[in-house]
């Protein structure tokens, strides 16, 4: 893990998830990048501790001809969080997290996604369901990615997922959070973390996401897809602590006029 905190506040408001608590709220992907140097220094600037590995793109043993993900990002100072991208039934989905238990030397934290349309990249709810099912009777945990539908958040929770994971918008589309109230009803009736996953496009973004409540952000595409990324990688680092403790602090209420900072009542003369 990474040896600094990200704040001062980090060490007293750890993320838990499946009984480990992280100091970094923010998680990052491992795709996009232009090789795996960029990879290392954006994950490092980031100062996230979760990272997640696309099992189907990414090469973390499967090919020993080929660059090893692992050599970079090592499992003793990150928590590989390995993912089933790509996967658009629930049947792949549960062999792809089989296969990254073997890889990973036997780590049940997975993160479910299972998609529904190949332009949105929408979650199948039914077969996310199913999946969760599965993974979960076999003893993984599961952080899984869904939609923003408050319903079927709780029930992903009922059946036992360490984590829900709903998007802010279409996965690497930058657009933001486009319906923060299911979200801020989703994390008001959660039990477990919820983080933002797919949709944000630059630091504000996380930090509105931070400020609703979520326990976390997950992103790829904002960071590898940034002209910089690894200056990138800073801003939203930056962004999810100060998010974050906006939401601990407590915004004032908004109102429709104007109130003084300084009170005119009491003046002297």
Excluded at 132 to 155: C, H, I, K, N, W
Excluded at 177 to 198: F, Y
């Amino acid at each position: 893990m990474n040896a600094q905190p990200s704040s001062p506040i980090a060490l007293l408001d750890p993320l838990i998830i499946a009984g480990v608590a992280y100091r970094s709220r923010l998680l990052t992907g491992t795709g996009k990048f232009r090789d795996l140097d960029e990879t290392r220094r954006a994950t490092e600037a980031s100062a996230a501790e979760i990272v997640t590995v696309a099992i189907r793109r990414t090469n973390i043993g499967q090919d020993r001809n080929a660059p090893n993900l692992l050599d970079v990002l090592p499992p003793d100072k990150y928590t590989i969080l390995p993912n089933t991208a790509g996967c658009y039934t629930a049947d792949d989905a549960v062999r792809t997290c089989r296969l990254a238990r073997e890889l990973l030397d036997g780590r049940t934290l997975v993160k479910l996604e299972v998609l529904g349309d190949r332009k949105t990249l929408f979650p199948d709810v039914v077969q996310t369901l199913k999946a969760a099912e599965t993974l979960v009777a076999e003893g993984f945990q599961v952080m899984v990615y869904t939609s923003d539908d408050p319903l079927l958040a709780r029930r992903l929770e009922e059946i036992g997922c360490a984590a829900v994971m709903p998007l802010a918008a279409p996965i690497g589309s930058g657009l933001g959070i486009q319906n923060r109230w299911n979200i801020l009803e989703i994390v008001e009736n959660a039990k477990v973390p919820v983080l933002v996953d797919a949709g944000v496009g630059t630091a504000s973004d996380a930090a509105i996401a931070m400020e609703l409540g979520c326990d976390g952000v997950l992103m790829n595409t904002a960071i590898a897809g940034a002209r910089d990324p690894v200056l990138m990688a800073s801003a939203m680092r930056h962004a999810i602590i100060a998010g974050r403790e906006a939401f601990l602090a407590g915004r004032i209420p908004r109102k429709r006029y104007a109130s003084a900072s300084s009170p005119i009542d009491g003046t002297i003369g």
